[in-house]
């Protein structure tokens, strides 16, 4: 079993910014592919931006210039830099991954909720 616990959400001004993190842990080989999504109230969940094992990164273009994804692949954590965030920023906010146990599978973490006030 594998389990991704979130951390730092919360609520913000537009035009600030907020850190999100995310561990991974549980029995496992490796991971692929580690990253966020979010989904806002009455909307589908959409990607945010994502990381690769060898650091390729992809961004939704909505955040793109903004966010900022990094990874620490010895520690199993992905953290995602908000900046010049935005009222339509706002949404509940997973982490994403894909372990590889004895196949691939993807996990999510519990969300976190990420509220901008304009």
């Known amino acids: 079993q594998v389990q991704l616990v979130e951390s730092g959400g919360g609520l913000v001004q537009a035009g600030g910014s907020l850190r999100l993190s995310c561990a991974a842990s549980?029995?496992?080989?490796?991971?692929?592919?580690m990253g966020w999504y979010r989904q806002a109230p009455g909307k589908q969940r959409e990607l945010v931006a994502t990381?690769?094992?060898?650091?390729?990164?992809n961004f939704a273009e909505s955040v793109k210039g903004r966010f900022t994804i990094s990874r620490d692949r010895a520690k199993n954590t992905v953290n995602l830099q908000m900046n010049s965030l935005k009222f339509e920023d706002t949404a509940v906010y997973y982490c994403?991954?894909?372990?590889?146990?004895?196949?691939?599978?993807?996990?999510w973490g519990q969300g976190t909720q990420v509220t901008v006030s304009s």
């Open positions: 994403y991954a894909r372990v590889y146990t004895s196949i691939f599978r993807t996990y």
């Open positions: 549980g029995s496992f080989v490796s991971i692929d592919v």
């Open positions: 990381i690769t094992t060898g650091g390729t990164s």
